[in-house]
Nanobody, 127 residues
Framework: QVQLVESGGGLVQAGGSLRLSCAAS????????MGWFRQAPGKEREFVAS????????YYTDSVKGRFTISRDNAKNTVYLQMNTLTPEDTAVYVC????????????????????WGQGTQVTVSS
């Protein structure tokens, strides 16, 4: 089993940056692909980014490509989301997720691939 705890959210002005962290406990972090999702008020949960077990493959939703970077440190059981050039449209609760997979290089954008979810951290971008 995996427990996930996000941190690093906050209030930032448009154009600013934040780095989110997601610390995982449990023995299966290295066997899990990791993902970040977000949910804004009144909107459905949206995929943001994912990273493969080994960290070599990543995948992003179009709206964050070139601005966000997902990475992971398997020695620290932590996944990160570096967010640059933030806009008010990025305002949401950001949630990390873990999905156990036998595939070392696969990334996943569908929430059904993820069996473990954190509680989320609020990111607010002011204009």
């Amino acid at each position: 089993q995996v427990q996930l705890v996000e941190s690093g959210g906050g209030l930032v002005q448009a154009g600013g940056s934040l780095r989110l962290s997601c610390a995982a406990s449990g023995r299966t972090f290295s066997s899990a692909a990791m993902g970040w999702f977000r949910q804004a008020p009144g909107k459905e949960r949206e995929f943001v980014a994912s990273i493969s077990r080994g960290g070599h493959n990543t995948y992003y939703t179009d709206s964050v490509k070139g601005r966000f970077t997902i990475s992971r440190d398997n020695a620290k059981n932590t996944v990160y989301l570096q967010m640059n050039t933030l806009t008010p449209e990025d305002t949401a609760v950001y949630v990390c997720a873990a999905g156990e997979t036998p595939y070392y290089t696969h990334t996943y954008y569908g929430p059904s691939h993820y069996g473990y979810w954190g509680q989320g951290t609020q990111v607010t971008v002011s204009s």
